[in-house]
């Protein structure tokens, strides 16, 4: 299935961890023409997640990552996602490639009752989206909105801890090359 990813989960080490969707493939960069991108999901931690905002305007865009998912992971990308209580799917958005095709795959838009535009993202949350964004070179202005994204510091270390292992992959990675 493929699947349009525009916060976390853009970032292919944190996407692949074992309880979302090890055998993700890369398709390419896309991007959701008259949609905006806002951290205002109401998460199980009491901070704001990625969600996309239909405007209908044509300036606004949300740039993310197309991943080709085996169709035996999509549960667990599902219940990573909180799909069915947090987020929704949707199958019916284009998604625009740099060669200016679309095609229509599922994006995961948050429910209603879990917005609250008062949330901001934890600090390693929004360090996991602006690293996916970096990975697959997403424009730069639109990294530079990203990096403007107000955060907080996350009071369980835990969870912070998990999002470093994925961060360190990745960072650890382009040290290597």
């Not at 239909?54 to 990573?80: C, H, I, R």
């Amino acid at each position: 299935m493929k699947y349009f990813s525009y916060g976390s989960n853009m970032l292919e080490e944190w996407v692949k961890s074992s309880r979302r969707a090890p055998g993700a493939s890369f398709l390419g960069a896309g991007n959701i023409q008259g949609y905006r991108l806002r951290f205002h999901k109401r998460s199980k931690d009491r901070s704001g997640k990625c969600n996309i905002v239909k405007t209908g305007s044509a300036e606004d865009v949300v740039y993310g990552v197309v991943f080709e998912v085996p169709e035996d992971q999509v549960g667990a990308l599902d219940k990573a996602e909180g799909a069915g209580h947090a987020y929704h799917r949707e199958c019916n958005i284009p998604v625009r490639f740099a060669d200016g095709t679309e095609m229509c795959m599922l994006v995961y838009v948050a429910d209603s009752n879990y917005i609250n535009d008062a949330l901001i993202p934890y600090a390693w949350y929004r360090r996991l989206v602006i690293a996916g964004a970096e990975q697959h070179r997403l424009p730069e202005h639109y990294i530079a909105d990203l990096r403007a994204v107000s955060y907080s510091e996350d009071p369980n270390p835990n969870r912070a801890a998990k999002a470093e292992k994925a961060l360190n992959a990745y960072y650890g990675k382009i040290a290597r090359e």
